[in-house]
């Protein structure tokens, strides 16, 4: 159903790479000292990367949840352009990590109508707040302590697998999807990828 390209395979190694070392710049942060030692409670994605073939897209997905402001959302906010999903909570550690690399794409992609959403699974208003000031994350997150919305991806996002990432596409389908830290590269070209579609 899914396939990697070569030269996506090439950014992956260096994804990891990459990842290792952003692990190792933010040692300082208890979170993360606390993900190195095993003794963390969240469940981290394997670092995978998966890239959907046009004719193999799943149907559209399908979710209505409330941001942190109250405001509803649903797909129908984003219908016609692209999409970043981001599931993600204050306490997790690789969110930390990858939260200014997605605060970049997000101003970097913007302008080309690339929406970002964050999909925040534990969290109440004012941590999720002081997350978003810290890392600059200032797109919206919706508030899914219930898992209304992960249930609704649940053929996209393991369970408890955080960070997970979703690309969707202008009709609506997941393009792409990265289990564990959202690499800036591998994201980029990701989002490039479906940006080009329909050219």
């Known amino acids: 159903m899914h396939f ?42 394997d670092g995978s990367v998966a890239e959907f073939a046009i004719d193999s897209r799943s149907k559209p997905v399908e979710f209505s949840g ?28 690789p969110c930390r990590v990858e939260a200014p690399d997605l605060a970049a794409l997000h101003k970097q992609f913007a302008p080309q109508g690339v929406q970002f959403y964050g999909i925040n699974t534990r969290d109440e208003a004012p941590t999720a707040a002081a997350f978003e000031r810290s890392f600059g994350t200032n797109y919206p997150s919706i508030k899914d302590k219930d898992g209304k919305v992960l249930l609704a991806l649940t053929d996209f996002v393991p369970a408890n697998a955080v960070p997970t990432t979703l690309v969707i596409d202008k009709k609506g389908r997941v393009s792409a999807r990265i289990l564990g830290i959202a690499d800036k590269g591998v994201l980029t070209a990701l989002i490039r990828d479906v940006l080009a579609e329909g050219r």
């Open 66 to 93: 409330k941001l942190f402001d109250g405001t509803g959302v649903s797909e129908a906010d984003w219908k016609g352009q692209i999409a970043v999903l981001n599931v993600w909570y204050a306490a997790c550690a």
């Open 4 to 45: 990697l390209h070569n030269r996506r395979r090439l950014v992956l190694a260096a994804a990891v790479l990459a990842s290792l070392v952003l692990s190792g710049c933010a040692a300082t942060d208890p979170l993360v000292e606390q993900a190195n030692s095993g003794t963390s409670n969240y469940v981290a994605g």
